[in-house]
């Protein structure tokens, strides 16, 4: 809230708009911008000032304060000249929610479901497009705004809701300005605000809002790597090193292994951790102090603005590793049971470990990201092409019982997510067009220890081929906006092969839900043999068994070879079928091309 005084005819920006009293964060460094406005000094009598800092840039004000015991509030700032108050600016301490900061991020126990909203649903139509913004929608550009926004989100989260999904994750939804393409919404122009496109701050707080009476959880797709060439504050920088200059543009190598390669050269170090991932994306320094402190005040906010319950960080593993632990570890003394997942999109077990924290393999460097999880791209390569090779001794399941064996290089092996597909991959239905292989390849996902994430419209049998381009596999959900000539959001929209799809889906993914060994349990798994594929998850006195028969005709199980589980196990309950198992008789048969679930009695 701000008070321009009479000398000054201008509107400031502060940022963080605000705070929260009781933070453990209670010095709050606010960036204060106004044409000239380093020529005043702060006083307060309400707030202690612990440190002005100018820049080159004399729009810039940077100004310390303490919040330290000060109790939810307005608390006033003045800007003066010479003793003379040239401005107030009124900063509000609001009140936390209770327990705020013991939130309980997202686990195991979840089934996140990640959306682009442009895509997905367009439930106000009055915000297609905004005079303020650049970028108008039309929907007959497959790269264009489409109109999907927060309030078709909030929508269809019943549909969410009845598919088993317990968390939503969703592409940015910060301003992006960007001429073309804005719709992805990694550029971002301002990240304090929402993009009028997509709605309001306050719809988004609804989301959240509307997903807790849920019992489903919120992850913020949050981009520390880099902003939009539009954003306000690097069309006025700050100062010179807000960004990596090379001076201006210089091109990432995307070469994330120099950032533990002992033989790495300084000059490829550098391209990697200080390129531009493109040339509309400026590079943020995170060795600068101030811009690490912006962000990760940032992150913060957003928790307690929106009550979030995690994040998805972007593009983690591009930025200077240092500052980026910084960040993360400053997010989670704040709020110790949150939950941050980083793209660290590599290609080798060992260096995706090296990300996560507490690793064994960073410590060989003396390096802890603090980071708590990362995302299992590797196993997304197996699953790209496993289940469509000729099985060979390092083809077909075989790739995927490999990416296991290496479980033991991950210091929280629970924790990292797992997928077959995202926003930026070809679609697993476009790689495998058979239901049968996306029942395998979901049940999978299902029952493999992490935390599952599955890719909107997927589960109605949506596809999209990545070498057609982004707009292929970033289609519109059927449904999503009027006039469309079948609504999928409902069952008596869905063609007979997007219900098979959704019913096998809502079956597999609602039982997932309470198998508690699938979410924390051992897992036990044996060598494929001709193709099939056999492990246990086991916690406690609850075992099941999965069986993934990648075969096309059915295959006769020697249940011998599982002894060391079935030893005394009668008989079991296949989940999918709800069928009772006899397993007594030492074999087992299964169809071509089908996964079971055995819960084991």
Same mark, same amino acid.
């Given at each position: 809230?701000?008070?321009?005084?009479?000398?000054?005819?201008?509107?400031?920006?502060?940022?963080?708009?605000?705070?929260?009293?009781?933070?453990?964060?209670?010095?709050?460094?606010?960036?204060?911008?106004?044409?000239?406005?380093?020529?005043?000094?702060?006083?307060?009598?309400?707030?202690?000032?612990?440190?002005?800092?100018?820049?080159?840039?004399?729009?810039?004000?940077?100004?310390?304060?303490?919040?330290?015991?000060?109790?939810?509030?307005?608390?006033?700032?003045?800007?003066?000249?010479?003793?003379?108050?040239?401005?107030?600016?009124?900063?509000?301490?609001?009140?936390?929610?209770?327990?705020?900061?013991?939130?309980?991020?997202?686990?195991?126990?979840?089934?996140?479901?990640?959306?682009?909203?442009?895509?997905?649903?367009?439930?106000?139509?009055?915000?297609?497009?905004?005079?303020?913004?650049?970028?108008?929608?039309?929907?007959?550009?497959?790269?264009? +705004?489409?109109?999907? /926004?927060?309030?078709? $989100?909030?929508?269809?989260? &019943?549909?969410? !809701?009845?598919?088993? %999904? *317990?968390?939503?994750?969703?592409?940015?939804?910060?301003?992006?300005?960007?001429?073309?393409?804005?719709?992805?919404?990694?550029?971002?122009?301002?990240?304090?605000?929402?993009?009028?496109?997509?709605?309001?701050?306050?719809?988004?707080?609804?989301?959240?809002?509307?997903?807790?009476?849920?019992?489903?959880?919120?992850?913020?797709?949050?981009?520390?790597?880099?902003?939009?060439?539009?954003?306000?504050?690097?069309?006025?920088?700050?100062?010179?090193?807000?960004?990596?200059?090379?001076?201006?543009?210089?091109?990432?190598?995307?070469?994330?292994?120099?950032?533990?390669?002992?033989?790495?050269?300084?000059?490829?170090? +550098?391209?990697?951790? /200080?390129?531009?991932? $493109?040339?509309?994306?400026? &590079?943020?320094? !995170?060795?600068?102090? %101030? *811009?690490?402190?912006?962000?990760?005040?940032?992150?913060?906010?957003?928790?307690?603005?929106?009550?979030?319950?995690?994040?998805?960080?972007?593009?983690?593993?591009?930025?200077?590793?240092?500052?980026?632990?910084?960040?993360?570890?400053?997010?989670?003394?704040?709020?110790?049971?949150?939950?941050?997942?980083?793209?660290?999109?590599?290609?080798?077990?060992?260096?995706?470990?090296?990300?996560?924290?507490?690793?064994?393999?960073?410590?060989?460097?003396?390096?802890?990201?603090?980071?708590?999880?990362?995302?299992?791209?590797?196993?997304?390569?197996?699953?790209?092409?496993?289940?469509?090779?000729?099985?060979?001794?390092?083809?077909?399941?075989?790739?995927?019982?490999?990416?296991?064996?290496?479980?033991?290089?991950?210091?929280?092996?629970?924790?990292?997510?797992?997928?077959?597909?995202?926003?930026?991959?070809?679609?697993?239905?476009?790689?495998?067009?058979?239901?049968?292989?996306?029942?395998?390849?979901?049940?999978?996902?299902?029952?493999?220890?992490?935390?599952?994430?599955?890719?909107?419209?997927?589960?109605?049998?949506?596809?999209?081929?990545?070498?057609?381009?982004?707009?292929?596999?970033?289609?519109?959900?059927?449904?999503?906006?009027?006039?469309?000539?079948?609504?999928?959001?409902?069952?008596?929209?869905?063609?007979?092969?997007?219900?098979?799809?959704?019913?096998?889906?809502?079956?597999?993914?609602?039982?997932?839900?309470?198998?508690?060994?699938?979410?924390?349990?051992?897992?036990?798994?044996?060598?494929?043999?001709?193709?099939?594929?056999?492990?246990?998850?086991?916690?406690?006195?609850?075992?099941?068994?999965?069986?993934?028969?990648?075969?096309?005709?059915?295959?006769?199980?020697?249940?011998?070879?599982?002894?060391?589980?079935?030893?005394?196990?009668?008989?079991?309950?296949?989940?999918?079928?709800?069928?009772?198992?006899?397993?007594?008789?030492?074999?087992?048969?299964?169809?071509?091309?089908?996964?079971?679930?055995?819960?084991?009695?």
């Amino acid at each position: 809230m701000l008070w321009v005084g009479m000398a000054y005819s201008q509107q400031l920006r502060v940022e963080p708009p605000n705070w929260w009293a009781g933070m453990l964060h209670d010095e709050v460094e606010l960036m204060i911008y106004g044409k000239e406005i380093s020529t005043l000094e702060p006083v307060s009598d309400d707030l202690e000032i612990l440190s002005v800092r100018r820049t080159d840039n004399p729009n810039y004000l940077f100004v310390t304060i303490s919040t330290a015991g000060k109790t939810p509030g307005s608390y006033a700032l003045e800007l003066q000249k010479k003793g003379r108050t040239k401005m107030e600016v009124a900063y509000d301490l609001l009140e936390r929610r209770a327990d705020s900061e013991n939130r309980k991020g997202f686990d195991s126990s979840d089934l996140i479901y990640l959306i682009m909203p442009d895509r997905f649903a367009n439930g106000d139509t009055d915000n297609d497009s905004s005079p303020d913004l650049i970028e108008k929608a039309d929907r007959s550009l497959p790269g264009g +705004r489409h109109g999907g /926004d927060i309030q078709g $989100v909030i929508d269809h989260l &019943d549909y969410l !809701q009845e598919l088993g %999904a *317990t968390a939503l994750w969703s592409t940015p939804l910060c301003q992006d300005n960007d001429s073309t393409y804005s719709y992805h919404t990694y550029a971002q122009s301002d990240v304090y605000h929402i993009d009028a496109r997509y709605g309001s701050n306050e719809d988004y707080r609804r989301l959240a809002q509307e997903l807790h009476k849920r019992d489903m959880k919120l992850i913020m797709d949050y981009v520390t790597n880099h902003w939009g060439m539009l954003h306000w504050m690097i069309k006025d920088l700050p100062e010179y090193d807000w960004i990596h200059q090379f001076p201006g543009y210089g091109q990432t190598n995307y070469r994330m292994t120099t950032q533990m390669d002992p033989n790495a050269s300084a000059i490829d170090t +550098r391209y990697n951790e /200080d390129g531009w991932f $493109v040339k509309t994306m400026p &590079d943020l320094n !995170q060795r600068n102090p %101030a *811009t690490l402190k912006y962000l990760i005040q940032n992150a913060i906010w957003w928790i307690e603005y929106a009550d979030l319950d995690g994040f998805r960080v972007d593009t983690y593993s591009y930025g200077n590793k240092e500052g980026m632990a910084a960040w993360t570890k400053a997010i989670m003394d704040e709020y110790p049971n949150f939950n941050i997942v980083g793209e660290v999109w590599m290609h080798d077990q060992a260096q995706m470990a090296y990300w996560q924290k507490d690793s064994k393999v960073g410590a060989i460097q003396g390096f802890n990201s603090h980071l708590p999880s990362v995302m299992d791209f590797t196993l997304h390569d197996a699953i790209s092409d496993a289940f469509k090779e000729e099985a060979s001794w390092d083809k077909g399941l075989i790739e995927v019982y490999e990416n296991f064996t290496n479980d033991f290089l991950y210091p929280d092996i629970d924790n990292i997510m797992v997928f077959a597909e995202n926003h930026d991959t070809s679609r697993i239905n476009e790689l495998y067009p058979e239901l049968q292989d996306y029942k395998l390849i979901m049940t999978l996902m299902a029952t493999v220890r992490g935390i599952p994430q599955i890719y909107y419209g997927s589960e109605i049998g949506m596809k999209g081929d990545k070498a057609q381009g982004d707009a292929d596999i970033r289609r519109d959900f059927p449904g999503g906006w009027e006039g469309d000539t079948q609504n999928a959001f409902e069952a008596s929209g869905r063609t007979a092969e997007q219900a098979a799809y959704f019913d096998f889906s809502k079956t597999l993914f609602n039982w997932r839900k309470t198998a508690t060994a699938i979410h924390k349990g051992k897992t036990v798994h044996f060598v494929p043999q001709d193709e099939v594929y056999v492990y246990f998850r086991i916690l406690g006195e609850q075992r099941i068994m999965v069986v993934l028969n990648n075969n096309d005709d059915p295959v006769t199980l020697d249940l011998a070879r599982f002894a060391e589980i079935l030893e005394g196990v009668p008989a079991g309950e296949e989940v999918l079928t709800s069928q009772p198992v006899e397993l007594s008789g030492g074999t087992l048969e299964v169809a071509g091309k089908t996964p079971m679930i055995i819960e084991l009695k």
